[in-house]
């Protein structure tokens, strides 16, 4: 086996020629498309990075914002607790204000009317004293008649009333 020189070094350039066209017409595109592979990749990569920041602070804003209407929701229910027992109140007191009403209105009710039997039986009083006086007045009696009058006119008082 002996090495011609002149075939080795025909060889080496071929062998650099080949290389160089191959690095021109086929390294340089596939690195180009590898490389554009690459950067599309990284696009890739950055924008999900990004989308994944947005994401958690999107979420961040929405558990704020949760919070924020359960804290709101909270205020409503214990304004309307609280303003339910005021109303609850006010009915009670209402209820008590017209209840002590009604029963001044039946003591005056009753008073009038006690009034309006004292009044009666003073006219009949009155009424039975004048028929007893004009009774012992047309009689001259004795005393034991004064008295029988005077109880007979009182049995029929008792019947009258």
Avoid: Y
Avoid at 3 to 18: N, P, S
Avoid at 28 to 40: T, V, Y
Avoid at 142 to 157: A, H, K, N, P
Wanted: proline letters at 1%; hydrophobic letters at 45%; glycine letters at 4%.
């Amino acid at each position: 086996m002996s090495i011609e020189l002149g075939t080795l070094l025909f060889q080496v350039v071929m062998f650099l020629i080949l290389l160089a066209l191959v690095s021109k017409f086929a390294m340089k595109p596939a690195m180009s498309i590898l490389q554009k592979r690459q950067d599309h990749i990284e696009g890739q990569i950055a924008a999900a990075e990004k989308a994944n920041v947005e994401a958690a602070s999107l979420l961040e804003q929405q558990r704020a914002e949760l919070k924020k209407v359960r804290e709101d929701a909270q205020s409503i229910l214990d304004r309307a607790k609280k303003q339910s027992d005021v109303e609850a109140q006010e009915i009670v007191a209402a209820a008590q204000e017209r209840a002590e009403r009604l029963v001044e209105e039946a003591k005056l009710e009753i008073n009038r009317e006690k009034e309006k039997a004292i009044a009666s039986v003073r006219d009949q009083v009155a009424g039975l004293s004048v028929l007893l006086a004009s009774k012992i007045i047309e009689k001259e009696m004795s005393q034991s008649e004064q008295q029988d009058t005077i109880e007979q006119f009182m049995r029929q008082v008792g019947g009258q009333v």
